[in-house]
């Protein structure tokens, strides 16, 4: 424990500076006055913006118009917006319509208070609308899809790159019946622009049939070629020295197609070709003619 002596010379050491203690006072006054000229400033400051902090404050109560020039266009705005649809609007077409008539009736309503160019309405779904010219023209822009009723209803192009394509489309057409002797390909060609070489018919390639036959009794009908439903080509030649009848599918008489004496004669064979039995009549007994068939 220290003794008394030791507290006495430790106390002896210790020296006050009245200079020291009036410098450092001073640094704090001079501080203080610095604080209190910021703070004076400050005071100013706000007392200069507290009316327009009172007005923002007030607009933000009462609502605040959006008007003037910005530095954009468009406002960006958070939250919902009411709109009022004012007094001259008929809210009633502002109501969901769901069925044809009424939404007819509500576009009318709007178009009605359009002036000026009409109304352009997209519809972005709904269902089938009836649309009518009332008697006049219709001008549709954009692409028009049509459905084809049936295939028999339709005039239609028809490009295949083979035969047996080509023969699969018409059989299409033709109502999924096989092209054949009783169901033959119907084909139109326009003969104009770039249609002229558009198509390439064929002739049917095959053997053919030749009778030779005579009238027997005179004045007297006699079938001269029996009916055929798959015949495509037909030729009649009057190889005697007497004029004949011919007639297609009944008896023959003076009254029906003439083919004339010595080499006289007719040829079916594009077009249309008759499948009835072929009936012959000749003033004559055992005049001779010529059939050709295939």
């Given amino acids: 424990m220290p003794s008394n002596k030791d507290f006495y010379d430790a106390l002896k050491n210790i020296s006050l500076s009245a200079d020291n203690v009036n410098l450092n ?10 604080a209190n000229g910021i703070l004076t400033t400050l005071s100013t400051d706000i007392a200069l913006i507290k009316p327009d902090v009172d007005d923002i404050r007030a607009d933000l109560a009462n609502g605040v118009a959006v008007t003037g020039t910005f530095y954009q266009a468009t406002q960006p705005v958070s939250g919902t917006v009411t709109a009022n649809a004012g007094t001259n609007l008929n809210t009633s077409a502002l109501a969901l319509e769901t069925t044809a008539t009424s939404i007819k009736t509500a576009v009318e309503i709007l178009d009605n ?12 779904s709904s269902a089938a609308i009836p649309v009518t010219d009332n008697g ?7 692409t028009v899809t049509a459905a084809q009723a049936t295939a028999a209803n339709l005039n239609a192009t028809v490009v295949q790159s083979t035969a047996t394509n080509l023969r ?51 004045n007297t009908s006699k079938e001269a070629l029996a009916s055929s439903s798959s015949r495509r080509y037909l030729l009649i030649q009057n190889i005697s020295d007497t004029d004949m009848y011919f007639n297609f599918g009944a008896t023959a008489t003076t009254s029906n197609m003439l083919i004339t004496k010595n080499g006289g004669g007719i040829v079916f064979e594009s077009g249309y070709v008759p499948t009835d039995a072929v009936n012959v009549i000749c003033s004559g007994a055992d005049k001779k003619y010529f059939i050709l068939s295939a």
């Avoid at 006072?25 to 610095?34: F, I, M, N, P």
């Avoid at 208070?113 to 972005?124: L, R, T």
């Avoid at 006049?136 to 954009?142: H, I």
């Fill in 113 to 124: 208070a359009i002036s000026g160019n009409e109304m352009q309405v997209d519809i972005v």
């Fill in 25 to 34: 006072v001073d640094q704090v006054e001079t501080k203080l006055d610095t």
């Fill in 168 to 218: 699969t489309q018409a059989e299409s057409y033709q109502g999924g019946t096989a092209v054949g002797s009783g169901n033959p390909l119907q084909v139109t060609l326009a003969n104009t622009g770039a249609n002229t070489t558009a198509l390439r018919v064929e002739p049917k390639n095959g053997t053919v049939t030749s009778t030779t036959g005579d009238t027997a009794t005179a």
């Fill in 136 to 142: 006049g023209t219709l001008t549709v822009d954009g």
